[in-house]
């Protein structure tokens, strides 16, 4: 029997956040949809698409996962874990509070009656339980349709409210690329840490091999050229199941593939293609800081035609003599290298044994 949920494997520059809008357009206008994604940018970017492509559709609703965890189920729900209570506001910044139950009150809320973010999650899932899946049922009421973008963020006791809706009648649509794993929304939680990051590829696969879940990938990546997915591509065992991806940027520049660049030529480069000018983290080649790099995380989501990437001690050691990355380096590096349509460069000094060519500063005639 078909699952009623599907995840879409989707990689870098597919168009994975387009095909939710797409959906949402093609839907019938009856149709109930809510979108849930997990950071204010992605957030925004869905409503602004979907305003411009679906404006009509005032069935279509997007919503924050933790706004999604605290007022379709803690909020409405909470009398039923701790009588007579009620959900005073937001705490974004509380600890993980160590030493105290489950069943704690002050595990979850602050003195001041506001729902710790840090155990929302938890939280949802105990006011589900006390409820007897009442906040399910009433989602099962009110939306046909429930979609997930940028699935790979979730974590921790996300998970367990994910199982919850994977078996409710509701289909839920679950869009991400695990390879782009680097933002959690509970990095501190320990439920279900062996599947942080892109570890959450084996809870999927897993809750595919017992049915509960249909896996479709798009291999297609509209922005970056072919030597740019391979080079993307072979950061990974193929023992992960990730079908190779297509490149369907036929587009020809001037500076199109793979380089280096030394250090005393990175204001000729810059100054010659552009570049979207990455780091792994702000403390990281300071060297270059007038150029106004930008950290790997914050890149998420972008795209340029040319990448200029300050290398990490490993990825130098990838680069040089093909020491492959930890799984989550990788990750990293490949959302920095498919930022780019049609060239990245690595600044580097030492080729060690690198295929890789140098950039040359062009000669004046």
């Not at 570049?275 to 270059?288: D, E, I, N, W, Y």
């Amino acid at each position: 029997m078909a699952s009623n949920n599907h995840l879409t494997l989707a990689v870098a520059g597919s168009g994975k956040t387009q095909s939710i809008v797409d959906a949402c357009v093609a839907a019938e206008p009856a149709e109930r949809i809510l979108v849930l994604t997990y950071t204010a940018a992605n957030q925004q970017e869905l409503r602004d698409r979907l305003a411009a492509s679906a404006g009509d559709r005032h069935n279509v609703e997007v919503r924050g996962w933790f706004s999604f965890l605290l007022n379709d189920i803690a909020r409405p729900y909470l009398p039923f874990l701790y009588a007579g209570e009620r959900v005073r506001g937001f705490d974004f910044k509380s600890e993980p509070q160590q030493g105290t139950s489950n069943d704690q009150w002050r595990r979850y809320f602050n003195k001041h009656g506001e729902a710790r973010r840090v155990h929302l999650s938890q939280l949802a899932y105990q006011v589900n339980r006390a409820a007897s899946g009442k906040p399910v049922a009433r989602l099962e009421r009110i939306y046909d349709r429930i979609f997930i973008d940028e699935i790979q963020d979730l974590c921790g006791w996300d998970l367990e409210i994910l199982r919850l809706l994977m078996r409710s009648s509701v289909p839920l649509e679950m869009v991400g690329d695990v390879r782009q794993a680097i933002l959690l929304t509970n990095g501190r939680e320990k439920k279900n840490k062996k599947y942080q990051y892109m570890k959450i590829w084996d809870w999927f696969r897993a809750e595919s091999k017992v049915r509960r879940l249909e896996i479709t990938q798009m291999n297609e990546s509209r922005r970056c050229r072919p030597e740019i997915v391979a080079m993307a591509d072979a950061l990974f065992h193929d023992d992960l199941g990730f079908d190779s991806t297509v490149s369907l940027n036929t587009t020809a520049t001037p500076h199109d593939g793979i380089f280096l660049v030394r250090s005393k030529d990175v204001g000729d480069y810059v100054s010659a293609h552009r570049p979207l000018f990455l780091r792994r983290v702000a403390t990281s080649g300071k060297a270059f800081d007038h150029f106004e790099p930008m950290n790997i995380g914050i890149s998420k989501g972008l795209g340029a035609d040319h990448v200029l990437i300050f290398p990490t001690a490993e990825i130098k050691k990838l680069l040089q003599c093909g020491t492959p990355l930890e799984q989550q380096r990788a990750a990293y590096l490949y959302v920095a290298t498919t930022r780019a349509r049609q060239s990245v460069a690595f600044i580097m000094d030492d080729p060690g044994e690198s295929p890789l060519p140098y950039w040359e500063v062009a000669v004046q005639s």
